[in-house]
Protein backbone atom coordinates (compact mmCIF):
# COMPACT_ATOMS: atom_id res chain seq x y z
CA UNK A 1 0.00 0.00 0.00
CA UNK A 2 1.42 3.24 -0.76
CA UNK A 3 1.10 6.21 1.69
CA UNK A 4 0.13 9.37 -0.19
CA UNK A 5 0.15 11.71 2.51
CA UNK A 6 2.81 14.43 3.25
CA UNK A 7 5.38 14.07 5.28
CA UNK A 8 4.43 16.93 7.95
CA UNK A 9 0.87 14.71 7.78
CA UNK A 10 2.79 11.27 8.66
CA UNK A 11 5.13 13.06 11.43
CA UNK A 12 1.88 14.88 13.12
CA UNK A 13 0.21 11.22 13.14
CA UNK A 14 3.19 9.73 14.47
CA UNK A 15 3.25 11.75 16.99
CA UNK A 16 -0.45 11.33 17.89
CA UNK A 17 0.32 7.59 18.43
CA UNK A 18 3.40 8.29 20.22
CA UNK A 19 0.99 10.63 22.55
CA UNK A 20 -1.59 8.22 22.70
CA UNK A 21 0.39 5.35 23.81
CA UNK A 22 1.80 8.17 26.91
CA UNK A 23 -1.65 9.11 27.86
CA UNK A 24 -2.47 5.20 27.87
CA UNK A 25 0.64 3.83 29.89
CA UNK A 26 0.02 6.40 32.09
CA UNK A 27 -3.01 5.36 33.00
CA UNK A 28 -1.98 2.38 33.06
CA UNK A 29 0.55 3.46 35.88
CA UNK A 30 -1.87 5.47 37.35
CA UNK A 31 -4.29 2.64 37.99
CA UNK A 32 -1.40 -0.01 39.45
CA UNK A 33 -0.10 2.95 42.14
CA UNK A 34 -4.06 3.56 43.06
CA UNK A 35 -4.43 0.09 43.29
CA UNK A 36 -0.70 -0.28 45.52
CA UNK A 37 -1.98 2.57 47.56
CA UNK A 38 -5.24 0.99 48.35
CA UNK A 39 -3.21 -2.19 49.07
CA UNK A 40 -1.11 -0.58 51.31
CA UNK A 41 -4.06 1.27 53.08
CA UNK A 42 -5.75 -1.99 53.59
CA UNK A 43 -2.88 -3.77 55.15
CA UNK A 44 -2.52 -0.55 57.37
CA UNK A 45 -6.33 -0.70 58.63
CA UNK A 46 -5.82 -4.47 59.33
CA UNK A 47 -2.71 -3.86 61.25
CA UNK A 48 -3.83 -0.77 63.20
CA UNK A 49 -7.00 -3.17 64.17
CA UNK A 50 -4.82 -6.80 65.09
CA UNK A 51 -2.52 -3.95 67.49
CA UNK A 52 -5.85 -2.99 69.38
CA UNK A 53 -7.61 -6.25 70.11
CA UNK A 54 -3.90 -7.47 71.07
CA UNK A 55 -3.83 -4.40 73.56
CA UNK A 56 -6.73 -5.16 74.62
CA UNK A 57 -5.73 -8.83 75.32
CA UNK A 58 -2.51 -7.70 77.17
CA UNK A 59 -4.64 -5.21 79.21
CA UNK A 60 -7.04 -8.21 80.23
CA UNK A 61 -3.92 -10.55 80.89
CA UNK A 62 -2.63 -7.84 83.32
CA UNK A 63 -5.51 -7.41 84.96
CA UNK A 64 -5.89 -11.43 85.73
CA UNK A 65 -2.49 -11.20 87.08
CA UNK A 66 -2.32 -8.74 89.33
CA UNK A 67 -4.06 -10.47 91.77
CA UNK A 68 -2.97 -10.30 95.51
CA UNK A 69 -2.68 -13.81 95.19
CA UNK A 70 -0.50 -14.06 91.97
CA UNK A 71 1.67 -11.43 93.41
CA UNK A 72 2.24 -13.58 96.59
CA UNK A 73 2.94 -16.69 94.79
CA UNK A 74 5.12 -15.12 92.11
CA UNK A 75 7.36 -13.68 94.99
CA UNK A 76 7.58 -16.55 96.31
CA UNK A 77 8.68 -18.48 93.30
CA UNK A 78 11.21 -15.45 92.79
CA UNK A 79 12.71 -16.23 96.09
CA UNK A 80 12.84 -19.84 95.23
CA UNK A 81 14.69 -19.29 92.52
CA UNK A 82 17.03 -16.79 94.22
CA UNK A 83 17.93 -19.86 96.78
CA UNK A 84 18.09 -22.22 93.84
CA UNK A 85 21.19 -20.31 92.45
CA UNK A 86 22.60 -20.25 95.54
CA UNK A 87 22.63 -23.55 96.11
CA UNK A 88 24.13 -24.56 92.63
CA UNK A 89 26.95 -21.87 93.14
CA UNK A 90 27.61 -23.55 96.61
CA UNK A 91 27.83 -27.00 94.81
CA UNK A 92 30.01 -25.74 91.93
CA UNK A 93 32.47 -24.21 95.08
CA UNK A 94 32.37 -27.42 97.43
CA UNK A 95 35.25 -29.05 98.30
CA UNK A 96 34.99 -32.09 99.81
CA UNK A 97 37.13 -33.28 102.95
CA UNK A 98 35.86 -37.02 102.26
CA UNK A 99 37.82 -37.64 99.16
CA UNK A 100 41.00 -35.27 100.66
CA UNK A 101 41.49 -37.92 102.94
CA UNK A 102 40.90 -40.54 100.56
CA UNK A 103 43.88 -39.37 98.76
CA UNK A 104 45.95 -38.78 101.31
CA UNK A 105 45.21 -42.20 103.16
CA UNK A 106 45.66 -43.88 99.23
CA UNK A 107 49.76 -42.55 99.70
CA UNK A 108 51.96 -45.83 100.56
CA UNK A 109 53.22 -45.70 103.60
CA UNK A 110 55.90 -48.23 104.79
CA UNK A 111 54.85 -49.69 108.01
CA UNK A 112 56.70 -47.47 110.72
CA UNK A 113 55.02 -44.18 109.98
CA UNK A 114 51.92 -43.52 111.76
CA UNK A 115 49.53 -40.41 111.29
CA UNK A 116 49.03 -39.07 115.12
CA UNK A 117 47.00 -35.67 113.94
CA UNK A 118 45.39 -34.43 110.62
CA UNK A 119 44.29 -30.59 110.28
CA UNK A 120 42.33 -29.47 106.68
CA UNK A 121 41.40 -26.92 105.76
CA UNK A 122 40.39 -25.35 102.56
CA UNK A 123 43.27 -23.90 100.25
CA UNK A 124 42.80 -20.57 98.45
CA UNK A 125 43.24 -22.09 95.26
CA UNK A 126 39.96 -23.29 93.60
CA UNK A 127 39.30 -27.26 95.01
CA UNK A 128 42.20 -27.64 96.67
CA UNK A 129 42.64 -28.52 100.67
CA UNK A 130 45.27 -27.22 102.98
CA UNK A 131 46.67 -30.41 104.86
CA UNK A 132 48.91 -30.17 108.04
CA UNK A 133 49.73 -33.91 109.16
CA UNK A 134 51.73 -34.79 112.65
CA UNK A 135 53.02 -38.17 112.18
CA UNK A 136 55.92 -40.97 113.87
CA UNK A 137 58.39 -42.72 112.10
CA UNK A 138 60.45 -45.37 113.04
CA UNK A 139 63.48 -44.75 111.10
CA UNK A 140 64.35 -42.17 108.61
CA UNK A 141 64.52 -44.48 105.97
CA UNK A 142 60.75 -45.12 106.60
CA UNK A 143 60.08 -41.49 106.35
CA UNK A 144 62.15 -40.68 103.12
CA UNK A 145 60.25 -43.78 101.47
CA UNK A 146 56.96 -41.74 102.71
CA UNK A 147 58.19 -38.41 101.51
CA UNK A 148 59.00 -40.37 98.08
CA UNK A 149 55.60 -41.32 97.49
CA UNK A 150 53.64 -38.36 98.38
CA UNK A 151 55.91 -36.46 96.03
CA UNK A 152 54.38 -39.25 93.25
CA UNK A 153 51.01 -38.76 94.37
CA UNK A 154 49.39 -36.77 91.33
CA UNK A 155 46.59 -35.96 93.77
CA UNK A 156 49.68 -34.16 96.76
CA UNK A 157 50.78 -31.29 95.41
CA UNK A 158 53.91 -29.67 97.22
CA UNK A 159 55.08 -31.90 100.32
CA UNK A 160 56.63 -29.90 102.98
CA UNK A 161 58.37 -31.69 105.96
CA UNK A 162 59.87 -29.73 108.29
CA UNK A 163 63.25 -29.55 109.31
CA UNK A 164 62.93 -30.86 112.72
CA UNK A 165 61.67 -34.03 111.32
CA UNK A 166 65.23 -34.99 109.31
CA UNK A 167 67.42 -34.44 112.71
CA UNK A 168 66.84 -37.56 114.72
CA UNK A 169 67.72 -41.00 112.50
CA UNK A 170 65.34 -43.22 114.74
CA UNK A 171 61.88 -42.54 116.55
CA UNK A 172 61.01 -39.42 114.79
CA UNK A 173 58.26 -37.22 115.27
CA UNK A 174 57.34 -35.47 112.27
CA UNK A 175 55.47 -32.36 111.26
CA UNK A 176 54.43 -32.21 107.56
CA UNK A 177 52.34 -29.52 105.65
CA UNK A 178 51.20 -30.04 101.73
CA UNK A 179 48.10 -29.53 99.19
CA UNK A 180 45.57 -32.05 98.54
CA UNK A 181 42.94 -32.08 95.83
CA UNK A 182 39.22 -31.87 97.14
CA UNK A 183 37.37 -32.80 94.22
Known amino acids: MINLLPIEEKERLA?????????ILGFAILAAVISLILVL?????????????QKFILEQAKNRYQTPDFLV????LQGYN????????????????SSAIRNILEAKRPAGVSF????????????KIEAKLFGASDTRDNLLLFKKSLEESASIQSPNFSPESWISPKDINFYLTFEVNGN
Open 15 to 23: LDRIKKLVV
Open 116 to 127: LDISLAKAKNFG
Open 73 to 76: YNSL
Open 41 to 53: LSVKFYILGEAVS
Open 82 to 97: KDIVQIESFNKNKVQF
